[in-house]
């Protein structure tokens, strides 16, 4: 059976670490971090998610503003309050929760974003900083920044040189900037996607199996390599009519049949999804050290 890698214990430890830093750096030089969380609308799992990077702002010692915009928002509404939140310098990480209203163009608004407030990392800026390797300057994508940090503690190493990686999915927020971590970190990385040819063959090559898709338990046991360490990303609201709330929350991988193969398994919930609002605490929380010219905290 695999080990279960436990999103809620890493989630911790990197919030305790964002908590230190956070105290060091108000009793140094007397600055809080500050982040702007908007929501533009009222679909419920953002506002679930939104409320959760709220709270958590808040147990690390943040200043921590959510702006919560009507759905009939205008494009230029909110680009105008990005400006003001770039101005701001009580505010060091700006994130708009995606997907925004139809009529509202997410690239324009992502490029508003100071790219030294941007701790989603989506300007070009920063995904140009990932590519070209430059880490150490980078706001990675809250998401792979997390699984990398569970790949990390799991295999105990930050250099995956001789392994294969297979990231299933290749969004600009999740696969692409997954796979360029995994680059980075030395392994061998191969991007499969909907039009990926005999998919269950190229999962079975990989020691690290990111699965990154949208579709419910789409990865099955027998996609993946005996002891491979897989990352489920997937987070998907499927009927189940004999719960209150009527849905389950379900991952991209079939997690009965992947555990009995992998070596070690991602939970969903419990996950990776955890680790994406830790790692947006400590993209923060490492905007403030930069903003006050302090070299910031490792995660
Ligand atoms: P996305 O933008 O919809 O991208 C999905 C990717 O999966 C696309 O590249 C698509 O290929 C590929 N794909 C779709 N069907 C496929 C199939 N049958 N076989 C192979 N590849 C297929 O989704 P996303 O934003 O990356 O999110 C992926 C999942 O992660 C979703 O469940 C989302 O809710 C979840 N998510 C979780 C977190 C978290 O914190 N845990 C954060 C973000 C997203 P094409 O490019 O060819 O269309
Ligand atoms: N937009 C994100 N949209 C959606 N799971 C998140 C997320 C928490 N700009 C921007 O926060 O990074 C983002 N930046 N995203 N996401 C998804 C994505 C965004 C996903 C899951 C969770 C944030 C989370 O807390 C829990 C878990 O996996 O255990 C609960 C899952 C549940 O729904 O019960």
Redesign the pocket.
């Known amino acids: 059976m695999a080990e279960r890698i436990d999103?809620k214990v890493i989630a911790a430890e990197v919030l305790e670490t964002v908590k230190a830093a956070t105290e060091k750096l108000v009793s140094e030089t007397g600055v809080q971090p500050g982040i702007a969380v908007v929501i533009v609308g009222e679909d419920p799992?953002?506002e679930?998610?939104v409320r959760?990077?709220g709270k958590r702002a808040e147990e690390c010692g943040f200043k921590s503003v959510t702006h919560r915009l009507p759905a009939e928002t205008s494009e230029d509404e909110l680009l105008k309050l990005i400006g003001e939140l770039n101005a701001d310098d009580t505010i060091h990480g700006i994130?708009?929760?995606?997907?925004v209203p139809d009529h509202i163009d997410d690239g324009k608004v992502i490029q508003a974003i100071s790219p030294d407030k941007d701790v989603?990392g989506?300007s070009f800026v920063n995904v140009g900083r990932l590519v070209t390797g430059q880490l150490g300057s980078a706001f990675v994508?809250?998401?792979p920044a997390g699984a990398m940090v569970m790949i990390r503690r799991t295999l105990g190493t930050g250099d995956l040189s001789g392994l294969t990686a297979v990231v299933v999915g290749r969004s600009n927020?999740v696969g692409k900037p997954m796979a360029n971590l995994l680059l980075a970190a030395n392994a061998t990385v191969t991007i499969a996607h909907s039009r990926t040819r005999d998919l269950p063959a190229v999962c079975r090559e990989a020691d690290i199996l990111v699965a990154a898709v949208g579709r419910p338990e789409m990865v099955k046991g027998d996609w993946v390599k005996p002891g491979a360490c897989v990352i489920d990303v997937g987070?998907n609201?499927v009927p189940a009519p004999e719960l209150e709330k009527k849905y389950r929350?379900v991952g991209d991988v079939d997690y009965d049949g992947a555990e009995k193969v992998a070596g070690s398994i991602t939970p969903?919930?419990?996950?990776?999804?955890?680790m994406?609002?830790a790692m947006?605490m400590a993209s923060t929380v490492t905007s403030a050290y930069r903003s006050a010219g302090l070299e910031p905290p490792g995660f």
């Open positions: 999103g799992a953002s679930f998610y959760s990077k994130l708009v929760q995606l997907p989603d989506f994508p809250c998401t927020i987070i609201r929350v969903v919930p419990g996950g990776v999804g955890l994406t609002v947006l």
